[in-house]
């Protein structure tokens, strides 16, 4: 969406903290911005809390946005990408945005089946702090170490999967993490069953899943097939979350 508005952009390296919420406020205050963003590696919950009650309270309609960069490689190319995952935005954004843009039919279907996934895995896990679902084939939210994410990803196959994508900004990094990972791969899949380990050389990332195949795009499933999808992926997550979670807190 195009706008003639002020905007203001913190970029932080790492993790949020209070220091750059600071800095945030006084640069939005200091211009009277109408568009407030912060990018950062990981958000912390209390952060976003923070964004989502300034986009309800700010006085003069500023709108505040999280937003998460990611670096990608896409299929062995040597220029880099970037994507944006936005983890905060005001309430009636996505109604703005669908006034201007219409969604394919792929895109509706991925965004209505990850709002149903979330609304069943924020039922089952209350503390989780439940992510916004976005028209694009994957959901994810932090894994308790920068550059880490726990995602549900749709891939060609087809196949849905419950995976752990490793993409900090430094590859050597990324491969040091999946292979202390790995070390562990005999007890990991006794607990997990049958695990696709990725260490993606022609990529910067790394990638851990479990996948289930599906019968068909994800626009043509039928609203059974979803929920059967939508039960295997909230389980799966919550045995891939104890099975990695305590093992991530020592990289």
Request: hydrophobic content about 40%; aromatic content about 12%.
């Amino acid at each position: 969406m195009n706008t003639d508005g002020k905007v203001v952009i913190e970029n932080q390296f790492g993790t949020t903290d209070h220091d750059h919420l600071g800095k945030l406020l006084t640069y939005a205050a200091g211009i009277d911005a109408e568009f407030v963003i912060w990018l950062a590696e990981e958000f912390r919950d209390e952060h976003r809390s923070v964004l989502e009650w300034l986009n309800t309270a700010a006085p003069g309609g500023a709108m505040f946005f999280g937003v998460k960069p990611r670096v990608l490689r896409l299929n062995g190319a040597e220029q880099l990408g970037f994507d944006f995952m936005v983890v905060v935005e005001p309430n009636d954004w996505e109604r703005k945005l669908q006034d201007s843009e219409s969604l394919s039919m792929r895109e509706q279907a991925y965004k209505d089946f990850f709002s149903d996934l979330a609304d069943a895995y924020a039922d089952a896990n209350p503390r989780w702090y439940r992510v916004k679902a976005q028209p694009q084939g994957w959901l994810g939210f932090g894994a308790g170490v920068s550059g880490c994410t726990f995602n549900w990803a749709f891939h060609h196959g087809p196949e849905l999967a419950v995976e752990l994508y490793i993409d900090t900004s430094d590859k050597e990094r990324n491969e040091a993490i999946y292979s202390k990972l790995k070390a562990d791969q005999d007890v990991i899949e006794s607990e997990l069953g049958n695990v696709v380990w990725e260490q993606l050389p022609d990529k910067q990332a790394c990638r851990i899943k479990v996948t289930q195949s599906i019968e068909d795009n994800i626009e043509e499933l039928s609203a059974m097939q979803k929920e059967s999808l939508i039960e295997w992926a909230v389980q799966q997550m919550n045995a891939f979350r104890a099975v990695f979670e305590p093992r991530l807190s020592s990289v």
